[in-house]
């Protein structure tokens, strides 16, 4: 059907979901390795396994998909990311000091595998992201980032649930602490891509991101200073 349709094949990001939906984990396992050999295993979160993470978040508030069923890909996806470090070297080099970046979950399971994409997009620099045990509310974090030597917090929440509780903890840190660095995370492809990231910023983010690679690169160009000037409060 596919050699003779005129219709495009289904993208990567597409056949990967729809493996998971059908519950066929091998196969979704298949699609990862086949995708890091082809193209490289730091592109594969926001290519394949983050806009699944987005799909299913919105097929469940549409009523396509039950909490059951966004719960399996879930699950599926984070044995992906077990498979993925499996196959990782990466490691910071030796005897340099790493930064510390709080890292939290604005909502739940897929907010938390997005920080865990970013721990391993990370691996190889001298940062460590730390993220809490357990829901914080607001009030606990302002109080993790005075108690501890943080050079900065980084919010993963992904669409398509709306920023408003990040943006409320945003502006709660950043009154708290003026020259912290707060990066927030709202990845997704361009289908459910935030308009716009400006109210993110208007709160008092530092750094709005719509794909891992790009919060990467912000903690890669800040490594530096990161190095010498930890937040301390």
């Not at 890292?103 to 920080?115: F, K, Q, S």
């Not at 900065?152 to 003026?178: E, H």
Request: proline share 7%.
């Amino acid at each position: 059907g596919t050699l003779l349709s005129d219709a495009p094949a289904l993208s990567e990001e597409s056949r990967y979901y729809q493996r998971l939906l059908a519950r066929d984990q091998a196969e979704a396992a298949d699609l990862v390795e086949e995708f890091v050999r082809s193209e490289s295993a730091e592109a594969v979160y926001d290519a394949v396994l983050i806009p699944a993470l987005n799909f299913a978040e919105r097929d469940r508030l549409a009523g396509r998909l039950t909490s059951d069923e966004e719960s399996a890909v879930i699950d599926t996806t984070r044995e992906m990311l077990d498979l993925l470090a499996d196959s990782s070297e990466a490691a910071p080099p030796a005897g340099v000091a790493r930064s510390r970046i709080l890292g939290i979950p604005a909502n739940g399971a897929p907010d938390e595998l997005a920080l865990r994409m970013l721990s391993q997009l990370l691996a190889a620099m001298p940062i460590h992201l730390e993220v809490p045990a357990g829901r914080l509310m607001t009030s606990e974090v302002v109080e993790q980032v005075r108690g501890g030597t943080f050079a900065g917090v980084c919010i993963a929440d992904l669409p398509p649930s709306p920023p408003a509780k990040t943006r409320y903890l945003v502006k709660k840190l950043r009154a708290a602490f003026p020259d912290l660095r707060i990066a927030v995370c709202r990845w997704a492809p361009a289908s459910l891509a935030d308009a716009t990231l400006q109210p993110v910023t208007d709160a008092g983010a530092s750094h709005v991101s719509s794909t891992a690679l790009e919060t990467r690169t912000y903690f890669a160009e800040a490594a530096q200073p990161l190095s010498t000037d930890t937040h301390a409060a």
